[in-house]
């Protein structure tokens, strides 16, 4: 199945030109260095390349090569093909006003019962079905091709696969950027979506150029002064409770350190260190009744099943989802739910 699709990709990318490549809001490392890479990757290949993201590149992923690729302005060129990386639908990037005359969808997150490829209607062929799978899918109205590898650590190493395929060589910027993708997806090989693949693939590109130990300083050890304040007011925050932890970053406490949300990047992950705990929740205010809610999981639960049911997802092990309502309504909902996944 794998080879399939790749084929299919190889001969669209051979057989075009302009290429529009977008993410999803709030990008992150995967999203980021899986979308820059691939550009570089297409612009080795004599296409013209446009990377477009309804939010600017985090400081902290800045020191990515060519990350200034990166575009807020919406392009009014109609493109040959449309590659939106790290999420499976349109609507996940916040982007309007886009012309293609194919998408190509590049993920490894489950799909949602509901999710639609870009915005195109439901009816699609499928081939595969079962989590793990490589996914192509194309509609019969319009054209869509999905290349989803559940079983993959990040987009970063779907993304090397198609180079690959594609031969292209893969330098010390392409590997940069794909190696800073899956190190942080799998939070630097700590998390249970590390794979022997995903080793492999990280050990070719440290051969190719990627360096461990500067990636790691730039992503883990080069944080603001205001970003740890952040941290300290967040954490006397912490609660516990059947098996749950959780914590609660509000829009004083970012007007108090003078930071943004992008200082919240990996905090959900210290409830998660508490021994006994099953599933950790960071809550943050994003507006007047509006809340981002992060998950993480010790692996027992699955907390992308609990995001869905509140219209979000994400993996079995990390899961996010957006609620509307005050700080104790959506905190009610949230953890009942949990403690109804838990018991399970």
């Given at each position: 199945?794998?080879?399939?699709?790749?084929?299919?990709?190889?001969?669209?990318?051979?057989?075009?030109?302009?290429?529009?490549?977008?993410?999803?809001?709030?990008?992150?490392?995967?999203?980021?260095?899986?979308?820059?890479?691939?550009?570089?990757?297409?612009?080795?290949?004599?296409?013209?390349?446009?990377?477009?993201?309804?939010?600017?590149?985090?400081?902290?992923?800045?020191?990515?090569?060519?990350?200034?690729?990166?575009?807020?302005?919406?392009?009014?060129?109609?493109?040959?093909?449309?590659?939106?990386?790290?999420?499976?639908?349109?609507?996940?990037?916040?982007?309007?006003?886009?012309?293609?005359?194919?998408?190509?969808?590049?993920?490894?997150?489950?799909?949602?019962?509901?999710a639609r490829p870009a915005s195109h209607p439901p009816a699609v062929?499928?081939?595969?079905?079962?989590?793990?799978?490589?996914?192509?899918?194309?509609?019969?109205?319009?054209?869509?091709?999905?290349?989803?590898?559940?079983?993959?650590?990040?987009?970063?190493?779907?993304?090397?696969?198609?180079?690959?395929?594609?031969?292209?060589?893969?330098?010390?910027?392409?590997?940069?950027?794909?190696?800073?993708?899956?190190?942080?997806?799998?939070?630097?090989?700590?998390?249970?979506?590390?794979?022997?693949?995903?080793?492999?693939?990280?050990?070719?590109?440290?051969?190719?150029?990627?360096?461990?130990?500067?990636?790691?300083?730039?992503?883990?050890?080069?944080?603001?002064?205001?970003?740890?304040?952040?941290?300290?007011?967040?954490?006397?925050?912490?609660?516990k409770k059947d098996k749950i932890a959780w914590m609660t970053v509000?829009?004083?406490?970012?007007?108090?350190?003078?930071?943004?949300?992008?200082?919240?990047?990996?905090?959900?992950?210290?409830?998660?260190?508490?021994?006994?705990?099953?599933?950790?929740?960071?809550?943050?205010?994003?507006?007047?009744?509006?809340?981002?809610?992060?998950?993480?999981?010790?692996?027992?639960?699955?907390?992308?099943?609990?995001?869905?049911?509140?219209?979000?997802?994400?993996?079995?092990?990390?899961?996010?989802?957006?609620?509307?309502?005050?700080?104790?309504?959506?905190?009610g909902k949230i953890l009942k739910a949990v403690r109804k996944a838990?018991?399970?």
């Amino acid at each position: 199945m794998m080879t399939k699709t790749l084929t299919e990709l190889k001969k669209l990318i051979e057989k075009n030109k302009k290429f529009l490549i977008v993410s999803h809001i709030n990008p992150e490392g995967d999203a980021i260095g899986s979308s820059v890479a691939l550009a570089l990757g297409l612009k080795k290949k004599g296409k013209s390349v446009y990377v477009l993201n309804k939010d600017p590149v985090p400081d902290i992923l800045k020191f990515l090569p060519s990350s200034k690729l990166v575009n807020q302005k919406i392009p009014s060129l109609k493109f040959d093909a449309m590659f939106i990386v790290d999420c499976a639908t349109l609507e996940r990037t916040g982007l309007k006003g886009l012309r293609a005359k194919t998408t190509v969808v590049i993920d490894h997150h489950l799909i949602q019962k509901s999710a639609r490829p870009a915005s195109h209607p439901p009816a699609v062929r499928r081939a595969g079905s079962e989590a793990g799978e490589v996914r192509s899918q194309k509609l019969e109205v319009g054209t869509t091709i999905r290349l989803i590898d559940t079983s993959a650590s990040a987009v970063g190493e779907i993304v090397y696969k198609l180079l690959s395929f594609l031969n292209v060589p893969i330098d010390k910027k392409i590997a940069t950027n794909l190696y800073t993708s899956i190190f942080t997806d799998t939070g630097g090989f700590r998390f249970s979506n590390t794979s022997s693949e995903t080793l492999k693939i990280a050990s070719e590109l440290v051969n190719a150029g990627a360096e461990p130990w500067k990636i790691t300083k730039e992503v883990y050890e080069n944080f603001s002064f205001n970003r740890l304040r952040l941290l300290v007011q967040s954490l006397s925050t912490i609660k516990k409770k059947d098996k749950i932890a959780w914590m609660t970053v509000t829009r004083n406490m970012f007007r108090n350190t003078k930071t943004s949300t992008q200082a919240t990047e990996n905090l959900v992950n210290y409830p998660r260190m508490i021994k006994d705990i099953e599933v950790a929740v960071l809550f943050r205010e994003d507006g007047k009744n509006s809340y981002k809610i992060s998950f993480r999981s010790k692996g027992k639960v699955n907390v992308a099943e609990i995001a869905r049911t509140f219209g979000g997802g994400g993996h079995a092990n990390a899961a996010g989802c957006t609620l509307n309502g005050s700080l104790s309504e959506v905190k009610g909902k949230i953890l009942k739910a949990v403690r109804k996944a838990i018991k399970k």
